[in-house]
C-alpha cells in the first residue's frame, strides 16, 4: 500500500492570501486526487491532477482558485488562493492507480481568519 | 459515479457483528464497490473493495448482491476503536475518480 505525506499538516493563515499544501507519495501513482472536507461534512472531490497537464475540476471549483500542479507520478501541489473564512476546511490528497484502492494522506487542516 | 444511499448511524453492540448496508442501484458495469472508513481528524482508511464476488480480507467481509445493486459491509467482531464514518462508494470505473456520500456512523458501544 502506498503512503501518502501531506504538508503543512496544518495551517492558521490570514486571508487574501494563499496557501501550497504538498503531497507526497512514496510510489508511482497513476492518479492523484484533490479532496475538501468541510467541517461535520462529507469529503467532496476538488480535482484530478493529471501529470504534465492540466487537472481537470468538479463542479464548482475553478483553476484560478485552486491551482494545482502534478509534476510527475508521485507529487502535486493545491494551492488555495485569495482565502476567506469559507475557505477552512482539511485538505485531503489521494493517489491510486486503476482499479485498485485510493490511499489518502492524513490532511492539512487549514483555518482562515 | 453511481450514487450510494447508506444509513445515517448505526450502533452495535461491542464483540458483536457490524452489517453496515448499502444501496447502489444505479452502479455500472465497471464500477467497483468500495468501502471507507473515517475516524475522527484522520484520513479515510480503506478496508475493501470488490466488483462481483464477496470479498475477504483481515479487515472485514464484503456481501455484493447478484444484481450488484446492493452490499453488506460486515466487521466481525466490533470493538470501540471500530466507532467511525463508513463511507461506500460505487465508483473508479471510466472516469477513475472515488466520489463519497454521506456514510454511516457507527457507534459501537461497550
Known amino acids: 500500500s502506498a503512503v501518502i505525506s501531506q504538508k503543512p499538516s496544518r495551517d492558521i493563515c490570514q486571508r487574501g492570501t494563499s496557501l501550497t499544501i504538498q503531497c507526497q507519495v512514496d510510489?508511482?501513482?497513476?492518479?492523484m486526487f484533490w479532496y475538501r472536507q468541510q467541517p461535520g461534512q462529507s469529503l467532496t472531490l476538488i480535482a484530478t491532477a493529471n501529470q504534465g497537464s492540466e487537472a481537470t475540476y468538479e463542479s464548482g471549483f475553478v483553476i484560478d482558485k485552486f491551482p494545482i500542479s502534478r509534476p510527475n507520478l508521485t507529487f502535486s501541489t493545491l494551492t488555495v488562493s485569495n482565502m476567506s473564512p469559507e475557505d477552512s476546511s482539511i485538505y485531503l490528497c489521494?493517489?491510486?492507480?486503476?482499479?485498485?484502492?485510493?490511499?489518502f494522506g492524513q490532511g492539512t487542516r487549514l483555518t482562515v481568519v | 459515479d453511481a450514487k450510494t444511499t447508506q444509513p445515517t448511524s448505526m450502533d452495535c453492540a461491542e464483540g458483536r457483528a457490524a452489517n453496515l448496508p448499502c444501496n447502489h442501484s444505479t452502479i455500472s458495469g465497471n464500477e467497483y464497490v468500495y468501502w471507507y472508513r473515517q475516524i475522527h481528524s484522520q484520513g479515510p482508511q480503506y478496508i475493501i473493495h470488490g466488483l462481483k464476488n464477496n470479498e475477504t480480507n483481515e479487515m472485514a467481509s464484503l456481501i455484493i448482491t447478484e444484481d450488484r445493486k446492493s452490499s453488506t459491509l460486515i466487521l466481525p467482531h466490533a470493538t470501540l476503536r471500530d466507532t467511525a464514518v463508513y463511507y461506500c462508494?460505487?465508483?473508479?470505473?471510466?472516469?477513475?475518480?472515488?466520489?463519497f456520500g454521506t456514510g454511516t456512523l457507527l457507534a459501537v458501544q461497550p
Open positions: 462508494i460505487a465508483g473508479g470505473g471510466a472516469t477513475n475518480k472515488l466520489i
Open positions: 510510489s508511482q501513482v497513476t492518479m
Open positions: 489521494s493517489g491510486r492507480d486503476m482499479n485498485t484502492e485510493a490511499f
